[in-house]
């Protein structure tokens, strides 16, 4: 894939799931977080039905696959959403919880060479630090206290869900490329996260009897932004850039979600952006620059073959089809 193409997924990657904290910070003042994510997650679930079923990309998958990406869905959207969004219930504030998940490229990078065999470079580390520099000069201004320690675990436990079920996801590309194996459709794989979504959200949901959808127009279209913008867009662009870099590159991105966060609000609400907010958004980029740095060059295929070959598991450069 070249370079330019992943460059603009990657923007456009920011830019959709950053949506997704402003919504939903909205979003929650009207709905529990339970009765929002089980909609979005229903909603979700149908229209990937009928677009694996029209474009023909039912696939037969082991049993194995099939338990290992259920897993996937329930770490990286289910307890990761339940927790971050379930944060705000409890008054944590969204730069807070912005804060806790800007720390995924450092757990990602801790956890990468022990799930993914991938490696973190002395540069890489740096940029590291640096991004995650930036984040805390954005959001500190934004902490409250008075909160109870429940309250601050919920986005702590969020954003180490999510590094390991993309983790989990990024290793199982990398066995499917070391035997040489066909990638599954990004759709059917989504199709089978909101399966395992759901497997945790409809119970809790029914237990508690949070299901109803007797939504206003304004809490419908911020469903279905979610349901399809975010849970859709958003992550299958995530699926899309794992297959071609690193994980811990695409996790860096991570540190761009504040400054976009930022600039959202201040196009939909007009808050004002400080000096300070750009003097951030600086040293989140640089950051970023630090740890994208070593695979600009050459970014098509052998993006995805310079990751195997640091593991050992694949000598050759090989194009990677990607079949949405």
């Known amino acids: 894939m070249q370079a330019a193409l992943l460059i603009v997924l990657s923007t456009l990657f920011v830019m959709l799931w ?7 910070r909205f979003a929650i003042e009207g709905l529990s ?12 679930f149908i229209v990937l039905l009928l677009l694996v079923s029209v474009l023909r990309q039912w696939r037969p998958i082991s049993l194995a696959t099939l338990l290992h990406h259920l897993m996937i869905g329930i770490l990286s959207h289910a307890v990761y959403l339940l927790a971050g ?7 944590v504030s969204a730069s807070l919880v912005a804060f806790v998940s800007a720390l995924q490229p450092m757990i990602t990078a801790a956890l990468c060479g022990l799930i993914t065999q ?13 991004g995650l520099s ?13 909160l109870s320690a429940y309250s601050l675990v919920l986005p702590f436990l969020a954003v180490t869900c999510l590094s390991i079920g993309f983790l989990l996801n990024k290793r199982f590309e990398l066995q499917q490329l070391k035997r040489r194996k066909k990638q599954l459709p990004v759709t059917l794989i989504l199709f089978i996260h909101s399966m395992g979504a759901l497997i945790v959200l409809l119970p809790l949901s029914a237990t508690h009897n949070l299901v109803h959808f007797d939504f206003t127009a304004s809490q419908w279209l911020i469903v ?12 299958a662009l995530l699926l899309i850039l794992l297959r071609h870099l690193p994980s811990m590159q695409v996790a860096t991105l991570g540190y761009l979600v504040p400054p976009a966060t930022m600039l ?5 609400f007009g808050d004002p952006i400080s000096r300070l907010d750009i003097v951030g958004l600086g040293i989140a980029g640089a950051g970023v620059y630090l740890v994208m740095k070593p695979s600009v060059r050459g970014l098509s295929a052998p993006s995805v073959t310079r990751v195997l070959s640091v593991t050992g598991v694949l000598r050759k450069r090989q194009q990677v089809d990607i079949e949405l």
């Open 33 to 44: 977080a339970m009765t929002l994510l089980s909609a979005r997650y229903l909603i979700l």
């Open 224 to 235: 279905i932004w979610l349901a399809l913008v975010v849970s859709l867009g958003a992550y």
């Open 85 to 91: 969004i379930g944060a705000f219930e409890f008054g």
């Open 118 to 130: 991938e490696e973190t470079t002395p540069r890489q580390w740096q940029g590291l630090l640096l």
């Open 264 to 268: 959202q609000v201040y196009i939909v």
């Open 18 to 24: 950053s949506s997704g904290w402003v919504v939903s």
């Open 134 to 146: 930036a984040v805390m000069l954005l959001v500190s201004d934004g902490y409250m206290g008075g």
